[in-house]
């Protein structure tokens, strides 16, 4: 069995994969229903976190950070500072946000067109 160290990070990269590749599919121009989507989905994965000092660490930051949803752009840069915060608490690299969306591009943009959230 891995350590809890290690299991704890493989879900933490689990965790930020999804979450960034979501943001990063975020629509250009959200409607006012994704937009409640997304934030309801962001509220909601801070409080189920299964990390307990996660969650509340995380949750404590968007407070100070409130999410970002006027754009895909905007979610993104967002996701990827909220991170950040998180990689300078844990010590961990500052990672550099200029390139996000290509970052985290999950080959599903031939969906655009018929995109239904
Ligand atoms: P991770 O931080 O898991 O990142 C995975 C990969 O994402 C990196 O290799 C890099 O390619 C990329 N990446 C790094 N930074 C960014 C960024 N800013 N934007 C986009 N991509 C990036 N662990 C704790 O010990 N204490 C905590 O309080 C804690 N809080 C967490 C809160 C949340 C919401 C989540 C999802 C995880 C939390 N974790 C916490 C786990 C922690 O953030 C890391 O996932 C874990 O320590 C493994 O780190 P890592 O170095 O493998 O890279």
Same mark, same amino acid.
């Given at each position: ?92 690299? *500052?990672?550099?946000?200029?390139? *996000? ?17």
């Amino acid at each position: 069995k891995m350590g809890n160290a290690t299991l704890r990070k493989e879900l933490g990269n689990a965790s930020w994969k999804l979450f960034h590749t979501i943001l990063a599919r975020y629509p250009d121009e959200p409607t006012d229903a994704q937009k409640s989507h997304l934030r309801t989905y962001i509220y909601t994965f801070a409080q189920v976190y299964p990390c307990g000092d996660c969650a509340r660490h995380f949750i404590k930051l968007l407070k100070k950070f409130p999410p970002q949803l006027n754009s895909r752009k905007n979610a993104a840069v967002w996701g990827c500072d909220v991170h950040n915060q998180v990689n300078e608490k844990l010590h961990h690299p *500052i990672y550099d946000c200029s390139n *996000i969306l290509e970052d985290y591009d999950c080959g599903c943009g031939v969906d655009e067109e018929s995109e239904d959230y």
